[in-house]
């Protein structure tokens, strides 16, 4: 009896297009994945909540996973997986989350490699930069509130806020700049303990 065969690692690089400084996920799938797969995997790597709707757009046709009230989709994204689209080196396909602030993914298989025992899959091996608030507003709005956040203006509103701390809350306020001053951080590690727990069946979206 022969041995089954093992699944094909294709490594894709994700960016997320119109920002600037670049922000982007270098991920290993195996082909196996289904569509529904490749969804959770994304949301995880790219640190969205799954909040909103979402789509692919590969090869022309339209896939994704179902929200109530969202798109029905013409196929299974449990039953599609990314081994069927036999993918070659440097094709692209789209990712698009929350159509009301439309980010869009571009996604380029960078290679295909074969399975390596020794890795735990889906894996993230590189990355720039976290990703906008959900809801701020879309990329032109990302972008001029990343201009506005300057490390200057973070660090005066800041020193207001501890003048001020007796007489008022601030922890919204806070948890905005709290992210603007890591904006340019990016913890692999901390996707890919999310993403094995994921793929061990734990609710990783819970604390959304």
Same mark, same amino acid.
């Given at each position: 009896?022969?041995?089954?065969?093992?699944?094909?690692?294709?490594?894709?690089?994700?960016?997320?297009?119109?920002?600037? @400084?670049?922000?982007?996920?270098? +991920?290993? $799938?195996? =082909?196996?994945?289904?569509?529904?797969?490749?969804?959770?995997?994304? /949301?995880?790597?790219?640190?969205?909540?799954?909040?909103?709707?979402?789509?692919?757009?590969?090869?022309?046709?339209?896939?994704?996973?179902?929200?109530?009230?969202?798109?029905?989709?013409?196929?299974?994204?449990?039953?599609?997986?990314?081994?069927?689209?036999?993918?070659?080196?440097?094709?692209?396909?789209?990712?698009?989350?929350?159509?009301?602030?439309?980010?869009?993914?571009?996604?380029?298989?960078?290679?295909?490699?074969?399975?390596? @025992?020794?890795?735990?899959?889906? +894996?993230? $091996?590189? =990355?720039?930069?976290?990703?906008?608030?959900?809801?701020?507003?879309? /990329?032109?709005?990302?972008?001029?509130?990343?201009?506005?956040?300057?490390?200057?203006?973070?660090?005066?509103?800041?020193?207001?806020?501890?003048?001020?701390?007796?007489?008022?809350?601030?922890?919204?306020?806070?948890?905005?700049?709290?992210?603007?001053?890591?904006?340019?951080?990016?913890?692999?590690?901390?996707?890919?303990?999310?993403?094995?727990?994921?793929?061990?069946?734990?609710?990783?979206?819970?604390?959304?």
């Amino acid at each position: 009896m022969s041995e089954p065969s093992l699944p094909t690692i294709y490594q894709l690089k994700v960016v997320l297009v119109g920002i600037s @400084p670049m922000i982007w996920r270098r +991920l290993l $799938i195996s =082909g196996e994945c289904t569509i529904t797969d490749l969804h959770y995997i994304l /949301q995880i790597a790219m640190g969205w909540s799954d909040d909103h709707l979402n789509r692919f757009r590969i090869h022309s046709i339209e896939y994704g996973v179902y929200h109530d009230g969202g798109i029905v989709f013409s196929h299974d994204p449990d039953e599609v997986r990314l081994r069927d689209f036999q993918f070659r080196i440097n094709e692209q396909f789209l990712y698009e989350y929350d159509f009301t602030d439309q980010w869009r993914h571009q996604i380029r298989v960078e290679n295909i490699l074969d399975y390596d @025992p020794r890795k735990d899959y889906p +894996l993230c $091996i590189g =990355g720039k930069r976290a990703c906008p608030p959900e809801d701020c507003g879309g /990329q032109w709005r990302f972008m001029a509130l990343r201009q506005h956040y300057s490390l200057i203006q973070i660090m005066e509103r800041l020193f207001e806020i501890i003048e001020d701390a007796e007489n008022e809350e601030h922890d919204e306020e806070l948890y905005t700049l709290s992210y603007w001053l890591g904006a340019d951080r990016f913890d692999r590690k901390a996707v890919n303990k999310r993403l094995y727990d994921h793929a061990c069946g734990e609710n990783v979206f819970m604390w959304a």
